[in-house]
């Protein structure tokens, strides 16, 4: 049975033991001490009055108070005694010593564990620095440290000791807790830039894809976004599966997600499944969109044509050969036909 109680603590740095092996080592001795000190208050035979008849006849020079004391403290046996028990309390802590260099990686862990900043965590995943793979281990690590935390014994008997490590676990227990918690937090959040992101690029490209281009200028912007989109179809389906992997490492996690977050990449998901059945149905048919708008271009041709031998013939207007000093008149008849003239080349 355990004769001492004893904690473990830390102080951010190292694990000690509360009291510490000396503080038992001291109150020991001095325990220890006591029993001679205890002894030696019986009074000696000599201090009897109804001895003193007797123990006058032997008592040849002034009587040791301490005799008693140092017979205790000069008997082999209880010499051997002191020894035993100042080693057994040694022996004890010796394995405590070793009990506490198993925490010692526990600890390291925890300290590291406190230094954890979220914010730091959130730009190199930004960056493309910490992937979902890197967030997977940390969850993991800390889904196994903060169990091993748990299982950790309340009580340890060695021999003489008995360690309480309650509250060593209790302080230990938040460190892994809080960095899974920040982790959880921080997970949908970037999920969701993700999927804002390719969402509001997808639900512009649909937006152009179901629209008919109403003359010949808006084809051929439209041609060109058609290139553009073709060209970027695999970084868009790259983006999406990355937003796919992150929903499923928090669904495997069990991280909690908002219901909006969540309507949102199942709207990013319908989304990219209509982009990718409207541009093909768009790339099959852009040869004949090409054809239809070819025709209105070559019209539109042909009644550009109409329209300046309809301005050329009114430059030969006769009233711009005759100049007159009012000519140059804002105000007057040629400088208006000029005017509406130079309106109608514009155009």
């Known amino acids: 049975v355990p004769l001492f109680e004893i904690e473990s603590n830390d102080n951010e740095d190292t694990l000690g033991f509360a009291p510490a092996a000396e503080d038992v080592q001291r109150e020991t001795d001095k325990l220890l001490a006591s029993f001679t000190i205890t002894v030696s208050s019986v009074p000696s035979l000599s201090a009897e ?6 123990t006058a006849l032997v008592e040849a020079e002034e009587p040791n108070e301490d005799a008693l004391g140092e017979m205790v403290a000069g008997d082999s046996h209880f010499v051997e005694l002191v020894a035993s028990i100042r080693e057994a309390v ?3 802590f010796e394995k405590a010593e070793e009990c506490k260099e198993v925490l010692m990686p526990l600890l390291d862990m925890v300290k590291e564990f406190r230094s954890l900043d979220i914010q730091d965590i959130k730009d190199q995943a930004k960056d493309g620095q910490k992937t979902l793979e890197d ?4 969850m993991n690590m800390y889904n196994a440290q903060k169990r091993k935390i748990e299982r950790l014994p309340a009580h340890v008997r060695l021999g003489l000791l008995l360690i309480n490590s309650e509250s060593l676990r209790d ?3 938040p460190a892994p807790a809080k960095c899974l918690a920040e982790i959880e937090e921080l997970l949908p959040q970037l999920g969701n830039e993700k999927v804002q992101t390719l969402l509001a690029e997808i639900n512009e490209a649909n937006a152009k894809l179901n629209k008919t281009p109403p003359d010949v200028d808006e084809f051929c912007d ?6 553009a989109l073709e060209s970027r179809q695999d970084d868009i389906k790259d983006l999406f599966e990355q937003a796919e992997d992150h929903y499923s490492l928090m669904d495997k996690q069990n991280v909690f997600v908002p219901p909006d977050q ?4 199942q709207a990013l998901s319908a989304e990219f499944s209509n982009m990718k059945t409207w541009l093909t149905e768009r790339q099959g048919r852009k040869d004949d969109d090409i054809a239809q708008y070819t025709v209105k271009l070559e019209a539109s041709i042909k009644m550009l044509h109409e329209e300046r031998k309809v301005a050329s013939n009114a ?8 100049y007159t000093p009012t000519g140059m008149n804002p105000d007057s008849d040629v400088m208006k036909k000029l005017i509406e003239l130079d309106q109608a080349a514009e155009d």
């Open 222 to 227: 439209y041609l060109e976004f058609l290139e």
């Open 171 to 173: 302080k230990f227990l």
């Open 262 to 265: 969540r309507a949102n990449f």
């Open 315 to 322: 430059a030969l207007d006769e009233a711009f050969l005759e």
């Open 135 to 138: 967030f997977e281990d940390d």
């Open 90 to 92: 040694s022996d004890t």
């Open 49 to 54: 009055k109804s001895l003193k008849q007797y």
